[in-house]
């Protein structure tokens, strides 16, 4: 199978400044794909490559296996849903969804077929004769992606497409754009900076930041194993404690010496960091074969499913503890300020990065 | 937040709809900058219908001034002049300053910036400078001096003020809703035709109403370059008033605003009309969304 978007060596300047360094990615056919990172990271000017926006400096971006690099934006297989939804105030709904078809000289039944069931999709169906300004920030996100879907791409580019939302209508869209990409199945490319909003959606993730991927795999994989201390502070809360590597473990900066996975080939002596996320900690009640620390109680800060407690390991070396608040443990009482503690986790569980 | 007002009494019979007691004179001093503003119009508007002739003094009713006014052939065709003056400069200047302030918003980079700088120096040229060389130029080429010679140099410097209208709203649309349509398939010229034009309407009218209130009433421009017969109304006026100032010029000057306010009202009817909701004054005024 070719592949949806494959990117070779892409590189995008802007001036002297380097968007996008020497991008390789392959995005495969009917794949939920996000590109993650905080502003600035190139993930933007890399949808807008895809997208024809933006003509990359050096490289190759093949869509469905032809380059078109050198393609305008109106020549592209792909669509985009824009960040402000750039809706067309002067049309209505159906209008703004047929905008598309009737560029490319569809049919007229057909086009009233297709934009019924684009909206019948996003569930706007009695909103057809609308103007956009009368509908609300969630239906206008709908129209926006009906626009697109409408005229069944074979990528669909979204840009932070649910950032201008509030809260609670952001986690109900999140559900509702899986439901319908895995209806359309058309893949999917998908930028936003909301690490949860990627996770939750992903098939795959790739991590970027300074214009390169940092890290490219599963949700599960790049929260549970980050390769770099990047995407491990990036993605989710983590820990990073500095260690030396040593025979048999690594030396922690506070002098104890800890079983830790550490790759093959990283020789005794290398400075590294080790990554632990706060739920992975256990304190006190320890079980055989985990690393563990001596700490003190340094702050507690209960959140309703989870307590957070802050171990002080040695003055200015902390480590963060998320402990459940089942029916079986009382955090509120459970440890006290100040008290002493044991912390441990499973070296498994641990990440060294270098 | 207008919850605690709803709670607390209705003590204060003033006006509190900005959640504070606002002090009564500032109604004083608006009443008096529209006073300002407004009661030179009245007097002539007043006087235009005056019965006996003076300037100073109103007694009864007549349209004896409009008659006059009327029967004065000139005056009629210079009218007549202005009118074509002002209406086909406004459809070039709009065209073209349209046309410019794309140009150089989308085009970007140095150049358009550049190009859009350049474009605002007529707006800071003294008129009289503008007139002076327009005649000169004329002259030098050996233009015979006519209504053309006017609407040419009326259509100079209109199109700056065309230009820093359409700019503007086309610096606040911002890109998306192009490159929405470029990436629905529009070519570029179809992106502006479909979209781009249908969103700057609202601006292109106020840029329109604007120039065609400077073009109708200009006077300093239209001198330089008026030929023989015949002249534009201002220019007209002027040259009757060497011969003293008769009544008949409140009825003049009652026309000509009754023209530009049938222009505006035009401009603002017009977007209404297509079923639009915001009008060519809305961006002017500020009360555009």
């Known amino acids: 199978m070719t592949a949806a978007v494959e990117l070779a060596g892409v590189t995008k300047r802007f001036g002297t400044f380097t968007a996008v360094d020497d991008l390789h990615l392959t995005i495969t056919q009917g794949e939920f794909f996000s590109l993650l990172g905080p502003s600035g990271c190139g993930k933007t000017t890399t949808l807008r490559l895809i997208a024809g926006f933006e003509q990359p400096t050096e490289g190759e971006i093949r869509l469905d296996g032809d380059d078109v690099a050198r393609v305008p934006p109106y020549r592209r297989n792909v669509n985009t849903v824009f960040q402000s939804y750039a809706l067309f105030d002067h049309l209505d709904v159906s209008e703004n969804v047929a905008f598309g078809l009737r560029r490319r000289k569809v049919a007229k039944g057909e086009i009233t077929q297709r934009v019924g069931e684009a909206l019948e999709l996003v569930s706007l169906a009695e909103r057809a004769r609308a103007r956009p300004d009368e509908l609300s920030g969630g239906q206008r996100q709908r129209v926006a992606l009906a626009r697109a879907l409408v005229n069944r791409p074979s990528v669909l580019l979204l840009d932070e497409p649910l950032g201008a939302l509030d809260l609670q209508l952001r986690k109900q869209m999140q559900i509702e754009l899986k439901r319908i990409q895995r209806e359309v199945g058309i893949t999917f490319v998908y930028v936003t900076h909301d690490q949860e909003e990627a996770l939750a959606m992903s098939d795959r993730i790739a991590v970027m930041s300074d214009g390169v991927v940092q890290q490219l795999g599963a949700p599960e994989e790049v929260y549970e194993q980050p390769t770099k201390a990047f995407v491990a502070g990036f993605i989710g809360i983590s820990n990073l404690l500095p260690a030396t590597v040593e025979d048999g473990g690594l030396r922690l900066g506070t002098g104890a010496l800890v079983p830790a996975p550490v790759p093959d080939g990283v020789p005794a002596g290398t400075d590294v960091q080790l990554s632990i996320r706060p739920e992975k900690l256990w304190i006190d009640e320890l079980e055989d074969g985990m690393a563990s620390v001596e700490g003190v109680i340094a702050e507690r800060v209960y959140l309703g499913t989870t307590t957070q407690l802050i171990v002080e390991l040695a003055p200015g070396s902390r480590l963060v503890a998320l402990e459940q608040n089942t029916s079986r443990a009382r955090s509120d009482d459970r440890w006290e300020l100040g008290e002493t503690v044991r912390v441990g986790w499973r070296p498994e569980h641990a990440q060294v990065l270098r | ?289």
């Not at chain 2, 140095?110 to 000169?136: D, M, Q």
């Not at chain 2, 230009?163 to 610096?171: E, T």
């Not at chain 2, 008033?241 to 009652?254: E, Q, Y």
């Open chain 2, 1 to 289: 937040m207008n919850g605690p007002d709803e709670l607390r009494p209705a003590a204060s019979p003033r006006a509190t709809r900005g959640g504070y007691d606002r002090p009564r004179f500032l109604w004083a001093v608006t009443a008096s900058v529209y006073l300002f503003l407004y009661a030179p119009i009245a007097v002539v508007i007043l006087f235009s219908f005056n019965g006996i002739k003076s300037l100073q003094v109103l007694d009864g009713f007549s349209l004896q001034w409009y008659e006059t006014f009327w029967n004065d052939e000139e005056l009629r065709e210079s009218l007549i002049a202005s009118i074509q003056i002002a209406a086909i400069t406004t459809v070039v200047a709009t065209v073209i300053g349209t046309a410019l302030a794309l140009g150089t918003v989308r085009s970007g980079g140095r150049t358009g910036s550049w190009l859009g700088i350049l474009l605002l120096i007529p707006l800071v040229t003294p008129e009289i400078v503008a007139g002076v060389s327009a005649f000169v130029l004329f002259a030098q080429l050996g233009v015979h001096l006519s209504l053309t010679t006017i609407i040419l140099a009326h259509i100079t410097f209109s199109i700056s003020y065309v230009v820093v209208v359409v700019r503007g709203r086309l610096a606040s649309l911002g890109t998306d809703r192009e490159e929405a349509a470029l990436d629905l398939g529009a070519t570029p010229w179809q992106a502006v035709r479909l979209v781009t034009l249908p969103a700057l309407w609202p601006a292109i009218l106020a840029a329109a109403m604007i120039v065609f209130a400077l073009s109708f009433d200009d006077f300093v421009l239209s001198f330089f370059t008026t030929g023989e017969t015949p002249q534009p109304l201002p220019v007209r006026i002027y040259s009757a008033l060497r011969f003293g100032i008769s009544p008949t010029i409140n009825a003049v000057g009652t026309v000509m605003m009754l023209v530009s306010a049938l222009f505006i009202a035009l401009a603002i009817a017009l977007p209404r009309l297509l079923g639009r909701r915001e009008s060519g004054l809305a961006v002017l005024t500020g009360s555009s969304r």
